[in-house]
């Protein structure tokens, strides 16, 4: 297959240590979620509240991954070591690593934080080491924003 051909993967990079895990399949399905909260303010006499801005809510962005065949365990193991932190003996060292989601044009390198990895294992287990040959990983990860995002910077 010619390098022009290559159908473009999906792939979650660890930005702490430069690993990455290529998906071995794009995910069919993409949520992106984003709410905002508001204050409702009542006022006697009113019919209705007065809302009052008060901050965003985390954009979250959910997938299903599947793996079959090949390292399924290691590499379940590796995205649900996103959710743990870094300890030096007994103290905290460093919260869990953040990552980049890159898929294609879309999400271009969108930093995030891991906030569930849900896997189910199912059909095929190696007979001699009951190692599993095929797993769904649910996936949510949170934007990671430093500050905040003008309305004008989503439109593009």
């Known amino acids: 297959m010619a390098w022009d051909q290559k ?8 930005v702490d240590t430069g690993d990455y895990l290529d998906f071995q399949y794009n995910p069919n399905d993409i ?15 009113m019919s209705h509240p007065r809302y009052q801005y008060v901050a965003g809510e985390p954009r979250k962005i959910g997938f299903k991954l599947l793996f079959f065949k090949g390292p399924v365990k290691e ?7 996103l959710l743990y932190p870094e300890h ?3 103290m905290l060292k460093n919260a869990p690593h953040r990552v980049l989601f890159m898929f294609g044009d879309l999400y271009p390198g969108v930093l995030c934080v891991v906030r569930q990895v ?12 009951l190692l599993p040959q095929h797993a769904e990983v649910d996936m949510v990860l949170e934007e990671y924003i430093d500050e905040s995002v003008d309305y004008s910077e989503v439109r593009g």
């Open 75 to 81: 590499s379940v193991d590796w995205l649900r070591s």
């Open 31 to 45: 949520l992106d979620d984003k709410s905002t909260a508001y204050a409702a303010i009542k006022i006697p006499g």
């Open 88 to 90: 030096a003996g007994t």
């Open 7 to 14: 159908e473009i993967t999906a792939y979650i990079v660890d």
């Open 118 to 129: 849900k896997a189910r294992f199912f059909h095929l287990f190696d007979r001699e080491n």
